[in-house]
């Protein structure tokens, strides 16, 4: 198990807060939190570091944290396992909710940031072609948000 | 000489009559019996059982398949072109009718007799480029389109290939037959009349044992022509959905599936005429021994067919245009050489 | 490697795959001919649930406790019980499953308590409607007031066991209660 | 609401170019990938995979049920990998409770996986040839599957889809018979691997079509998050259960296969190579199978997971899958994401198809194994 | 014993398609026969959904062998084929593609709802999904419906031979009686 402390990445300035996680119980080696402004740049850190975004995913906190969070993590494949995860918080009104997308540094985002947009709503400035993954392309609802859909309001 | 219908009946029209019927009936039992035969060769490569529940042994699958396509409603898609589409089936279909007339099935039976027969074959396989073309180009759909184009530059390039390695047998039809007894009189063999070949054969022996390069070349163009696997790349299943019949549906695609069974039938009967010494067998009678090797060539066709993946295109045209034209070349003037020296 | 050299060793791997599929013609084929033949299910095979017979109640064991009904992900378990006339076990009337909806996991049965859940042997269905609900307790019906009528005798015995194991004991509480309010001078009627 | 099924074709804009659309129902899409070409004659300009034509909305569902309840959904996601999925979801709410699980079950489940990798290798050398015109290889994995598919049925009841991990262990124990037939069957695999080798493997025509083609370098893998065999083809020998061991792999011993060159053969020696490697675990672990009991006697069902966000890693058979579950300490998880592997795989397609022809196309995608509803989950 | 099914009455399907008048004039002898033929020759359609399509492929391949029966050659172009499988759950996305396909192939035409997603819903139903058709006869005319999940390769084939008695009845698929 690599050092969880040696990470290779200069990150100095850029995150609002680290803290060290417990690899065995949470499955991270450390966790971060960044603002909306700085996720870019975070981004290329990584990438210079050889690291790979292994995926980004958006949770609906808008009852208890008023806001749309990201979740980022970075690991290494190349080199020995180092797990990060990078949390932004967003806006909390759907389709308000805005973020920088990382498609330039990495492209694997491309395809991440569009299933957000079509499960969330949640928007990616600077993205090549931000529309629909999953769903059809003339989908009126964003399919995760909390309030949609839910099991005990259908009217069966 | 073969006796051909004419100079049995006298009568044009009951020859012209008698031998389409001939041919037509030949033509489908045995487009039949392949397609049976295809499913079954299949199951037993692949350690299955094949057609079991229609007859015994699926005898009467194919005629419960040619029944059911005969049943079918006949789509005609919207913004084709339809004089192409509509003929495109019975360009494909007719040549390979005219074809069949062509061959001496043994000593004393045969359809007709042309002095120019392995031309005329060779102007018939050429039809039935135009026959797909049209298909693919009048469907007004981009896999057919994409498998047309593909088939035409496939079977006009590996038509060298089949003609030089032909003409190598030409060479020494004419090199060996120059004065061969034939029913009392000495007559001097005509390389391109498919009787005087076999009788030539007769006289001497199987051509595939004195040029095993030309017959192998022969039988891969004949896979090429007939668009068999590994050269099924006009109907490349798994990349243009059904290649150029992806439009026909009912008795036209019939018709399509019964011309690629016919043609790869034609293929094998002149690749025996041609390698295997025609009728030519000690006891059982002309035709047994003509249809005997045809089925075995088909049996090798087929098996095959399940056994390799297919070619890239690129890789076809290199394949045909870097290797099998210079090698048919090359075997051409060896052969030529060959007979230069041994006639000196 | 020269294109010639490349050539006939390419031919030559052509060959070895013509031989690979040749030997494959002469092996006896493997196809389970499934109308004519039945395939062997193994013991741990999962169907559609059915209930189980238990062979001491000489039916089925379900108590309408609707703990299956709660777990089941795509929520195909229909059931209706209750306390039937005047037997305290409770009993299921209406055990529906829909096929078309289970998945197959097995949660209900690993779930019931009284483990009266196992798995059909059902393997090739097949039919025209859309419907695929069935009634599990098809095979008990008939025979339902007769286990109705075993059950309340059984019930009734119990009780008149408890009804006397419990005279007994007060027999015997107020025997010793006798016992000890007469402590020093001799026991009388020591019997 | 009206639903499209997808972006129409319109004209294209560049000179003799034009659209074709590999669409949703096509022979070798691997069920229902919609690849948007744009083409010029044969050779592929721009390619847009458009998926979501089996989205099934697992994690939507993961949100309204509780964490027993979502089980039949988990070997659903990859049914390829089904087991190795229903296990993952096992292991990772183990992890998140800290659940205790016996060691024969451990066991169990490692001879489980390993042979659903090789039914799933197996099944994806069949549907490979078939993409490259050959149909008879493709019958003869299905013979080798259909062992696999008894053996496993002997034990979790079902071919394809299974149930058979529960929170704590398996629900069914295995016996001397599940054993003996487990060798018996490795034994006949190792003797098929030569008759694949000779009539594939070394096959002219197929070396033909797959070397050079579709080379994926490492850095792109990097670039795009690719995993799996497709990333250890490419030179980067990274394996989830080596990288980080879970459920006893580091009990075991067994290489990591790697090949540099990155193309389709490379992908397809790598599968190969993976297969015998399981073989070598299985034979490993039927030897050191311990007794004991194989899980808790009564259904593990109320759960008290901690607050918080988890992220759990598992080797299916087609790379990296990651199950990211956000919990609130109630029985019902606030997010449950799972990064699987084929969708990223999947969208390093983008630049690794371009300019390549379009016998290539479907050689490369059906080189780097593509299951449709793990990409639309 | 197995569990006996109901027999509830038929939910009625959304009627897709208006019942198609009788044949006015009978062949008998040929009617059978044509009937019969095309029970033996049920070409389908390559159209693997999800999960139950591993299951049909399994049923092309040597264990199982569907060429038993004629139903052996799969065709990719709609044009050729006579049955269409449904194989997996039917997302919302997936319909349009569906109906267009149904529309291309020729009739008389007949279709197969395997497994539980195509019957109903199966494990994805639940109230208020968004994403799945939750049944294939909101989209298709059904014929014969095999539940399981996924149902096994006998099944299938059990399905194959209930629609060849079907067809040898003499109903047309797509004219609904």
Known sequence: MSPASATPVSLDGLLLESADADFAVTGFHRVHSASVERIGDVARAYDEGAYLLEMITCEDRREDLKAMRLVYTFNRFAGDLDRHVVTVDLSGEIPGAEAPSINGVYPAANWFEREIYDMYGVTFSGHPNLKRILLPDDADFHALLRDFGRMEDAES | MPTTLIEQFGNPAIAIATGVGGVMTVLSLNALFLIWLERKVSAWIQRRMGPMEVGFHGVFQTIADMLKLLGKQLITPKGIDKPLYHLAPIVVFAPVVAATSLLPFSKSVAISNIDIGLVLIFVFGGFAVVGIFMAGWGSNNKYALLGAMRSVAQNISYEIPLILSALAVVLMVSAVGREVPIDGEIVALNGLNLAHITMAQVHWTWFILVQPVAALIYFISVLAETNRAPFDIPEAESELVAGFHTEYSGMRFALFFFAEFSNMFIGAMVATVLFLGGWEGPILPGPVWFFLKTYALIFIMMWVRWTYPRLRFDQLMTFCWAILIPLSILNLLVTALVIKVVQS | ????????????????????????????????????????????????????????????????????????????????????????????????????????????????????????????????????????????????????????????????????KRLAAEQAKAAKEAQASKPPDAPEGTT | MRQSAGPTLERTDEADTYYLNMGPQHPSMHGVLRLLLKLRGEEIVTCEPVIGYAHRAHEKMAENRNYIMFIPNTSRVDYLSGMIYNIAFCQAIEKLCSIEVPERAEVIRIIACELNRIQSHLLWFGTFLLDLGGITPFLYCFDDR????????????????????????????????????????????????????????????????????????????????VSGPTLRASGIGYDVRRAEPYGGYDRFDFEIPTRTAGDCMARFEVRMAEMEQSCRIIEQAVAAMPEGPIGPKKLVQRLKPPEGMFYFAVESARGHFGQYILSDGSNTPLKLKMRTPSFSNLSAMETVLEGTMVADTIAIVGSIDIVMPEIDR | MDPVRLPLPVVDAAPVVPAVAKPFVHFAVLDDLLNAARANSLWPLTFGLACCAIEMMAVGASKYDLDRFGAGVFRPSARQADVMIFAGTISRKMGPVIKQLWDQMPSPKWSIAMGGCTIDGGPFKYPNQYAIYEGADHLVPVDVYIPGCPPRPEALIAGILRLQEKIKKGEKGDARP
């Open chain 4, 146 to 225: 259909e062992e696999i598919l008894d053996i496993l049925d002997r034990v979790t009841g079902s071919r394809l889809t299974y149930a058979y991990g529960r929170f704590g262990g398996v629900t069914m124990d295995v016996d001397q018979d599940f054993l003996v037939r487990t060798l018996a069957f490795v034994k006949r695999i190792r003797s098929r691997f030569p008759m694949y080798e000779k009539l594939v493997g070394e096959n002219v025509i197929f070396r033909e079509r797959c070397e050079g083609v579709g080379v994926i370098t490492p850095e792109v893998a990097r670039q795009y998050g």
């Open chain 3, 1 to 164: 490697m020269t294109l010639a050299a490349r050539t006939v060793h390419g031919f030559h791997t052509l060959l070895t795959g013509l031989g690979v599929t040749f030997k494959q013609i002469f092996k006896r084929n493997v196809t389970l001919q499934y109308p004519h033949e039945k395939p062997e299910l193994s013991k741990a095979y999962r169907s559609l649930i059915k209930l189980k017979r238990f062979d001491e109640l000489d039916s089925h064991d379900c108590v309408a406790c609707m703990q299956c009904v709660k777990i089941c992900p795509s929520a195909c378990i229909t059931i209706e019980g209750g306390k039937v006339d005047g037997i305290k076990r409770k009993r299921a009337t209406l055990f529906e499953v829909d096929f078309a909806l289970c998945s197959v996991c097995g949660l209900c049965i690993d779930v019931c308590p009284t483990d009266t859940l196992e798995y059909s042997r059902l393997y090739d269905e097949a039919g025209y409607e859309r419907a695929w609900t069935y009634d599990l307790l098809a095979e008990f019906r008939e025979e339902e007031p007769a286990f109705r009528e075993r059950q309340r005798v059984q019930e009734e015995q119990e009780a008149a066991e408890k009804e006397a």
